[in-house]
């Protein structure tokens, strides 16, 4: 049984926490973040089967020193993208495995690629630590899709087209469905797209299609958008010619974000306001509705899926693989919206898996690097039910 130290006291964490409770390999869990009350509410959801700590992730030494004390077998980082290279850094010091579900981005500047933490692949391999990056939906559960699919149903993959449709509706004029900073960071980004051996870059949003889902969810306006798996799916799946990135929007959604955008509201640099320096998108973070509170009026369903285009001895073919989940049973299982549910939960299924050594090496991974079979068996227990389709 592992010791197992989570970092960071959002929605996501809630959720694979509580998942990580129900796996149970975990022979202790300590859950921490800056603000150790955060900590408290989830513990309580816990009924106390966790305990709690204060720590700042930005701070290396800091975090060695919770490390040394709870001596942990394995650390999920579920805080912001912007201390991911700091708590790998606390990981190296202590000699314990390393997860996460987003890839590292600077604070300063809004781009966000892995290679801050490839760079950390021969530390780890020296140090014969696990480090598992990206664990969550998308990236996560989208890689392990596009492995299994290499795995059970092609020779090869040349196209890939990654599908993230939020049918549902909170009920706000304007929120985001997770951390807002991130959220508006990721979406206004410049949009890119692999084909033809490289990445192509066009104007965030310039590109749209209409969608249908299947089940019944919906059709709803989709837009290419860059994504961090399409990075190290193509690195490691050479035969990938095309791969793109969709996301639904609504036009209310779109129509806030561009008045923002034109106020300045959506800026990462500081600006003076009345003798302080504030960055304006923190700023709007504060003013947002909390992602974490969404749960209790979000109604309807996301469908998350891939579709995966290639050739099975000789001859062409397509495959759907997608999960459908409904956000007003997540929150009646957790407390919890299906953004932050669909995140969690292989979150804490990847955890697993590590501290299990089923999911073992030295160095740096991405999921799909990694035997998909288990993580899919996992994902059918643990709440994130998938089916696949042969389209042709």
Not at 166 to 190: K, L, S
Not at 258 to 266: A, F, K
């Amino acid at each position: 049984m592992s010791r197992l130290l989570i970092i960071g006291a959002g929605g996501v964490s809630q959720v694979a926490t509580l998942k990580c409770l129900e796996i149970g390999v975990f022979s202790e869990i300590l859950l921490a973040s800056r603000t150790k009350s955060k900590c408290d509410a989830i513990a309580e959801l816990a009924k106390g089967k966790i305990n709690t700590a204060q720590v700042d992730a930005d701070n290396v030494p800091e975090l060695v020193g919770l490390m040394q004390q709870f001596k942990p077998n394995i650390v999920l980082n579920v805080a912001l993208p912007y201390q991911d290279l700091t708590i790998m850094d606390a990981c190296l010091e202590c000699g314990v495995h390393y997860v996460d579900t987003a890839n590292y981005e600077p604070l300063d500047t809004a781009k966000f690629e892995y290679k801050w933490q490839w760079d950390y692949q021969e530390r780890f391999q020296k140090a014969g630590l696990f480090a598992l990056l990206g664990s969550g939906f998308d990236p996560g559960v989208t890689n392990i899709f596009t492995a299994w699919a290499l795995k059970h149903h092609f020779d090869e993959i040349t196209e890939l087209d990654i599908i993230d449709v939020n049918g549902g509706d909170h009920g706000q004029a304007f929120a985001t469905n997770f951390n807002p900073e991130i959220n508006i960071r990721e979406v206004t980004a410049e949009c890119r797209h692999w084909e033809d051996g490289q990445f192509v870059e066009t104007p965030a949003m310039s590109l749209k299609q209409e969608y249908t889902c299947p089940e019944g969810v919906g059709t709803f306006n989709i837009y290419r958008m860059y994504h961090e798996e399409l990075e190290s799916l193509t690195k490691h799946i050479p035969t990938i010619k095309k791969a793109q990135f969709w996301m639904s929007f609504s036009d209310n959604y779109l129509k806030h974000l561009e008045v923002l955008q034109n106020v300045g509201m959506t800026r990462i640099d500081e600006i003076d306001y009345e003798g302080q320096k504030i960055v304006p998108l923190q700023f709007l973070k504060a003013v947002l509705p909390n992602p974490g509170d969404l749960g209790k009026s979000s109604k309807g369903k996301t469908c998350i899926g891939n579709i995966i285009k290639g050739h099975k001895d000789g001859k062409e073919k397509s495959i759907y693989i997608y999960n459908i989940c409904d956000h007003e049973a997540c929150f009646e299982e957790l407390g919890s919206q299906a953004i932050s549910y669909t995140t969690g939960v292989p979150a804490a299924i990847g955890t697993a898996l590590v501290a299990q050594e089923i999911w073992q090496g030295d160095g740096v991974f991405n999921m799909e690097q990694l035997d998909p079979d288990p993580f899919m068996e996992m994902l059918n227990t643990y709440g994130l039910k998938w089916t696949v389709l042969d389209q042709c």
